[in-house]
């Protein structure tokens, strides 16, 4: 075990922060797993409260553990890169990262279309709507949420699938012959909300990036306004550049 060294110019705090890193990065504890107490690393290095408080905001500042109120502090997940070039649905994504897909629905009903989402979808105000809103998880670690709006007359019946295991976009292909061809997308970062912040698990006031997109099918016909609040802790966006 690395020592604290009393009489060096470095801090106790930037030396528990530096031991604590190399830890992590050795793999001794894994992600996701909770990593030792205060109380634990006061008694194993022999420093103070604010000495470990202040190592573990460091570690924290940096991404690599989290603080969860009641359990303790976390290894963070590797971050996931999302490319920003290609329709791909979350399960297909996840499935080729190796990690197991999971989906909870929070809500499903039909809707009015308001002046705005109408307006993005180029239907008239009031048109119904399909609305699925999902919480997405990798094995089992809550991702992101997506609100999706279908114009509901290009799939009637669509929210009587089993979202849960059916990625929404393989029943519009399957179903409805609706493949989606192209989108076009906006994002922004944001803060989680108090219902945000409670889906995801995460502190409300985290940082999310904001996806809103709207997916065209065959001929050029808006068919879905696309929400998504992806975790900022979870997710590095990525796109290729060309000169």
Known sequence: MIAIIPDSPV????????????????????????????????????????????????????????????????????????????????????????????????????????????????????????VLERLRLADGTPMSVEHS????????GILDGDYTSTPLHEALRDRYGIRLVRASQAIRAVNADGKLSEILAVAEGTPLFYIERVSFQQGGIPVEYLQIYHRGDRYVLYNELIA
């Open 11 to 130: 801090s106790f705090y930037q030396q528990l922060y530096s031991i604590l890193r190399k830890e992590i990065a050795r793999g001794t504890w894994k992600p996701g797993e909770r990593m030792p107490s205060e109380m634990e690393l006061i008694r194993i290095y022999g420093v103070s409260r604010i000495t470990v408080r202040q190592a573990f905001d460091l570690l924290v500042n940096e991404g690599l553990v989290y603080r969860r109120r009641g359990s303790g502090t976390f290894v963070t997940m590797p971050p996931i890169e999302h490319g920003l070039n290609r329709i791909i649905s979350f399960t297909e994504d996840m499935q080729r990262r190796g990690l197991h897909p999971g989906t909870r629905i929070i809500s499903s009903r039909l809707e009015p279309a308001s002046t705005i989402v109408a307006a993005r979808l180029g239907i008239e105000t009031g048109t119904e709507l399909a």
């Open 149 to 156: 709006r279908l114009v509901h007359r290009h799939c009637p």
